[in-house]
């Protein structure tokens, strides 16, 4: 287990293309050097959490369980590259931005049990994903759950903090 602060030399290591920061005791913010990590496919930052969006050839970037609150990042469209995104068990609000639709690599979309209200945007690649993408998210509406946006009116969404519900 690693303790501190995450030195700036990671920066460095221009041809990383894996970093798992995950399950650690570290402090501080992420250095500013980690966005030369041009070459980073994987990153797994636990509980730390900073703009990413230099990031072009990440494939995937695993968000989930860190108490993230608030909107859903705009810079996550810069990701272009990006396969696989889990924000899940977090506490993000509002709607799911439009631009993720353009993410057309994407496979994987994980945004379960948060606060996310509005429409699910409605696109080729966001038709694939299913119902378990969204779940926890009473908020939401459209394809592929089975709540009608016009149904939201009539009920104030809950919002369930695990996955026992």
Do not use: H, W
């Amino acid at each position: 287990m690693l303790s501190g602060q995450i030195p700036s030399s990671l920066g460095n290591l221009v041809q990383l293309t894996s970093l798992d920061l995950s399950v650690n005791r570290l402090t501080g913010e992420i250095p500013s050097s980690i966005g030369n990590l041009v070459q980073l496919i994987d990153i797994d930052l636990g509980n730390l959490v900073q703009p990413i969006g230099s990031l072009k050839q990440l494939k995937l970037l695993n968000l989930s369980n860190n108490m993230l609150s608030g909107l859903l990042p705009p810079f996550l469209a810069n990701l272009t590259n990006l396969e696989a995104l889990d924000l899940s068990q977090n506490q993000l609000l509002g709607e799911i931005p439009q631009e993720l639709t353009q993410l057309t690599p994407l496979a994987v979309f994980n945004v379960s049990y948060n606060r996310l209200t509005g429409p699910i945007p409605q696109s080729r690649q966001f038709a694939t994903f299913e119902n378990n993408s969204y779940k926890g998210n009473s908020g939401l509406c459209g394809t592929p759950l089975s709540r009608k946006c016009g149904d939201l009116k009539a009920s104030s969404p809950s919002y369930p903090t695990s996955e026992e519900d």
